[in-house]
């Protein structure tokens, strides 16, 4: 978590540049959503609901994936005051991080774990079925399409560890700064050499008490 760089600007500057991007695409995702809630379709970014699914677990996946996706805004929007409010403010958007890659390696297994709005493996073949008007592709087209689907699974798995690292690098280094600002706040203090009891034994008292008289 060394260094206060990544490529070519301040980890500050990369991590908020994140959030944006994270917060614009996070927002069009909700967007989606409504609009497929709206239209009564299913389409990529709601696409592990079943046709046939019941009508309760539909209302509760689609709850679901618009409060991830809220969560994931807000600690995106934190980013924003970071500058002013401290680090804590960083960690949020870290923690969902943690949580968006989680969910992207358990959509290995199965698409409902997969992250919201995320079209999952099934979701994009069949997009390419209805693309090309065919009822099953061919075998040398599934493996061009499982080629290609692995190589942008993978970068996009990259991308995150590497946008969870950054932002991480950014929440140690602004509270390594916060920390080194109160040193340097608190090391304004007078200190005052006090002398040694043979000192003290020979200086002479300048105010001396009262002495004591019964009325």
Known sequence: MSGTRTLCCHVNTATLSFAIIYLIRNVLKLVGIFLT??????????SYHESKALKG?????ISTSILMLVLMSI?????????????MFVLPFSLM???????????LFSGVWGVPGTPTYRDVLQAVKDQRNV????EEDIGQFTMWYSVLFMVDMLLKVYVLQVSMRCFYTMKEKRVSAIHVDSGST???KLPSYDEALKMKAEDTPPTYQEP
């Open 37 to 46: 809630v709206s239209w009564e379709k299913t389409e990529y970014s709601v």
């Open 57 to 61: 677990q539909r209302i509760f996946d």
């Open 75 to 87: 600690s995106a929007v934190l980013v924003l005051f970071s500058q002013r409010k401290g680090p």
């Open 97 to 107: 991080m943690m949580v968006e890659l989680s969910l992207s390696f358990l959509s």
């Open 135 to 138: 009822p099953v592709l061919n």
């Open 190 to 192: 007078v200190t005052v």
